[in-house]
Protein backbone atom coordinates (compact mmCIF):
# COMPACT_ATOMS: atom_id res chain seq x y z
CA UNK A 1 0.00 0.00 0.00
CA UNK A 2 1.69 3.67 -0.81
CA UNK A 3 1.98 5.65 2.25
CA UNK A 4 2.81 8.96 0.89
CA UNK A 5 0.70 12.27 2.19
CA UNK A 6 -0.87 12.68 -1.14
CA UNK A 7 -2.22 9.40 -2.02
CA UNK A 8 -5.45 8.28 -0.24
CA UNK A 9 -4.33 4.94 1.92
CA UNK A 10 -6.44 1.70 1.41
CA UNK A 11 -8.05 -0.39 4.05
CA UNK A 12 -9.08 -3.01 2.28
CA UNK A 13 -12.08 -3.41 0.77
CA UNK A 14 -14.77 -3.10 2.87
CA UNK A 15 -17.95 -2.48 1.91
CA UNK A 16 -19.49 0.83 3.24
CA UNK A 17 -22.58 -0.41 3.09
CA UNK A 18 -24.46 2.62 2.11
CA UNK A 19 -27.27 1.63 0.25
CA UNK A 20 -29.36 4.80 -0.70
CA UNK A 21 -26.69 7.19 -2.74
CA UNK A 22 -25.23 5.85 -6.15
CA UNK A 23 -22.16 6.49 -7.59
CA UNK A 24 -22.06 6.57 -11.87
CA UNK A 25 -25.14 4.28 -10.79
CA UNK A 26 -22.92 1.57 -8.21
CA UNK A 27 -24.52 1.63 -4.76
CA UNK A 28 -22.44 2.61 -2.22
CA UNK A 29 -22.64 -0.42 -0.32
CA UNK A 30 -20.13 -1.99 -3.57
CA UNK A 31 -17.91 0.54 -3.56
CA UNK A 32 -14.42 0.19 -1.25
CA UNK A 33 -14.39 2.42 1.68
CA UNK A 34 -10.89 3.89 0.76
CA UNK A 35 -10.67 5.92 4.44
CA UNK A 36 -11.68 5.53 8.02
CA UNK A 37 -12.55 9.88 9.08
CA UNK A 38 -15.06 9.02 11.78
CA UNK A 39 -16.22 12.43 11.75
CA UNK A 40 -19.26 13.83 9.76
CA UNK A 41 -18.28 17.50 8.25
CA UNK A 42 -21.38 19.07 9.43
CA UNK A 43 -23.70 19.10 12.29
CA UNK A 44 -26.66 16.92 10.73
CA UNK A 45 -29.06 18.76 13.28
CA UNK A 46 -29.44 21.68 10.95
CA UNK A 47 -29.37 19.80 7.08
CA UNK A 48 -32.32 20.51 5.41
CA UNK A 49 -31.68 18.79 1.77
CA UNK A 50 -28.49 17.13 0.51
CA UNK A 51 -27.76 16.62 -3.29
CA UNK A 52 -26.96 13.43 -4.94
CA UNK A 53 -23.14 12.97 -6.05
CA UNK A 54 -22.53 13.37 -9.38
CA UNK A 55 -19.03 13.36 -11.34
CA UNK A 56 -19.54 16.68 -13.33
CA UNK A 57 -20.45 18.44 -10.56
CA UNK A 58 -17.63 17.18 -8.00
CA UNK A 59 -18.90 16.92 -4.81
CA UNK A 60 -22.21 16.92 -2.76
CA UNK A 61 -24.25 20.24 -1.68
CA UNK A 62 -25.11 20.36 1.60
CA UNK A 63 -28.64 23.03 2.53
CA UNK A 64 -28.89 23.58 5.96
CA UNK A 65 -30.34 26.53 8.39
CA UNK A 66 -28.67 29.92 8.53
CA UNK A 67 -25.64 29.46 11.20
CA UNK A 68 -25.63 25.48 10.20
CA UNK A 69 -22.27 23.97 11.81
CA UNK A 70 -19.41 22.77 9.34
CA UNK A 71 -16.95 20.69 11.29
CA UNK A 72 -13.48 19.52 10.35
CA UNK A 73 -13.34 15.72 9.06
CA UNK A 74 -9.87 14.54 10.57
CA UNK A 75 -6.88 16.58 12.07
CA UNK A 76 -5.01 19.30 9.87
CA UNK A 77 -4.32 22.18 8.48
CA UNK A 78 -5.83 25.37 7.06
CA UNK A 79 -4.95 25.87 3.58
CA UNK A 80 -7.05 28.44 1.94
CA UNK A 81 -9.59 30.83 2.64
CA UNK A 82 -11.73 32.55 0.38
CA UNK A 83 -13.94 35.23 0.28
CA UNK A 84 -16.15 36.35 -2.62
CA UNK A 85 -15.13 33.28 -4.50
CA UNK A 86 -17.13 34.27 -7.49
CA UNK A 87 -17.57 30.78 -7.80
CA UNK A 88 -21.29 29.20 -7.15
CA UNK A 89 -24.45 30.71 -7.39
CA UNK A 90 -24.92 33.95 -9.60
CA UNK A 91 -24.73 36.94 -8.08
CA UNK A 92 -23.99 35.98 -4.38
CA UNK A 93 -21.40 36.39 -1.50
CA UNK A 94 -19.80 33.09 -1.50
CA UNK A 95 -16.42 31.82 0.65
CA UNK A 96 -14.81 28.68 1.12
CA UNK A 97 -12.41 26.76 3.64
CA UNK A 98 -10.08 23.92 2.18
CA UNK A 99 -8.18 21.91 4.94
CA UNK A 100 -5.55 19.67 4.37
CA UNK A 101 -5.83 16.26 5.94
CA UNK A 102 -2.26 15.45 7.26
CA UNK A 103 -3.24 11.80 8.50
CA UNK A 104 -4.76 11.26 4.55
CA UNK A 105 -3.20 13.47 2.81
CA UNK A 106 -6.67 14.71 1.01
CA UNK A 107 -8.10 18.20 1.24
CA UNK A 108 -11.29 19.01 2.35
CA UNK A 109 -12.95 22.00 0.46
CA UNK A 110 -16.64 23.79 1.61
CA UNK A 111 -17.50 26.03 -0.93
CA UNK A 112 -20.50 28.43 1.22
CA UNK A 113 -22.80 29.92 -1.06
CA UNK A 114 -25.37 31.63 0.64
CA UNK A 115 -28.14 33.17 -2.19
CA UNK A 116 -27.62 36.49 -1.81
CA UNK A 117 -25.11 39.31 -0.81
CA UNK A 118 -23.77 39.70 2.37
CA UNK A 119 -20.48 41.59 3.24
CA UNK A 120 -16.69 40.38 3.60
CA UNK A 121 -17.13 40.88 7.56
CA UNK A 122 -20.12 38.93 7.66
CA UNK A 123 -18.18 36.66 5.75
CA UNK A 124 -15.47 36.47 7.95
CA UNK A 125 -17.44 36.38 11.01
CA UNK A 126 -18.96 32.92 9.83
CA UNK A 127 -15.58 31.23 8.51
CA UNK A 128 -14.03 30.38 12.37
CA UNK A 129 -10.39 29.27 11.55
CA UNK A 130 -7.65 31.53 10.36
CA UNK A 131 -5.07 30.44 7.84
CA UNK A 132 -2.61 28.15 9.17
CA UNK A 133 -4.48 27.09 12.00
CA UNK A 134 -4.50 23.44 12.97
CA UNK A 135 -7.75 21.63 13.20
CA UNK A 136 -9.30 18.65 14.73
CA UNK A 137 -11.80 15.80 13.97
CA UNK A 138 -15.05 17.63 14.91
CA UNK A 139 -13.93 21.06 15.41
CA UNK A 140 -16.34 23.35 14.33
CA UNK A 141 -14.64 25.77 11.45
CA UNK A 142 -17.42 27.63 9.72
CA UNK A 143 -21.59 28.44 9.30
CA UNK A 144 -23.61 29.00 6.27
CA UNK A 145 -25.36 32.25 6.06
CA UNK A 146 -28.43 31.44 4.05
CA UNK A 147 -30.24 34.20 2.68
CA UNK A 148 -32.31 31.58 0.29
CA UNK A 149 -33.61 28.48 -0.44
CA UNK A 150 -31.26 27.44 -2.89
CA UNK A 151 -28.23 28.29 0.14
CA UNK A 152 -25.73 25.63 0.67
CA UNK A 153 -22.40 24.53 1.16
CA UNK A 154 -20.45 22.13 -1.68
CA UNK A 155 -18.62 19.71 -0.17
CA UNK A 156 -15.61 17.81 -1.91
CA UNK A 157 -12.67 15.51 -0.78
CA UNK A 158 -9.58 16.34 -3.22
CA UNK A 159 -6.91 13.97 -3.37
CA UNK A 160 -3.93 15.17 -5.21
CA UNK A 161 -5.52 15.15 -8.26
CA UNK A 162 -7.13 17.92 -7.48
CA UNK A 163 -10.55 18.36 -9.52
CA UNK A 164 -9.02 15.42 -12.03
CA UNK A 165 -9.66 12.87 -9.75
CA UNK A 166 -13.23 13.26 -8.83
CA UNK A 167 -14.61 11.08 -6.41
CA UNK A 168 -17.68 10.52 -4.46
CA UNK A 169 -16.78 12.37 -1.10
CA UNK A 170 -18.39 9.33 0.89
CA UNK A 171 -16.17 6.98 -0.11
CA UNK A 172 -13.58 8.74 2.22
CA UNK A 173 -15.56 8.18 5.31
CA UNK A 174 -15.98 5.11 7.67
CA UNK A 175 -19.29 2.86 6.26
CA UNK A 176 -20.94 4.70 9.68
CA UNK A 177 -20.45 7.93 8.93
CA UNK A 178 -21.53 7.52 5.13
CA UNK A 179 -24.50 5.55 6.15
CA UNK A 180 -25.40 8.68 8.52
CA UNK A 181 -25.61 11.20 5.31
CA UNK A 182 -28.50 8.98 4.17
Given at each position: ?30 L ?38 F ?10 I ?7 L ?43 D ?18 H ?20 F ?9
Amino acid sequence: RDSSPTTPTQTGTASTKNTGMTVNGIPLSELPATQTMTVMPFDPAAVTYMSPFRPSHTGIDINTTTGGHFLSPGTGIVTNIELNTGNGLPGGSNYGIRIHLTSTGLYAWYHFEVNGSISDQTQRDNILVALGDRVTAGQHIGNLVSLGKNAHVHFDMLDAGGRATVRCPLVYFSPTVATAWE
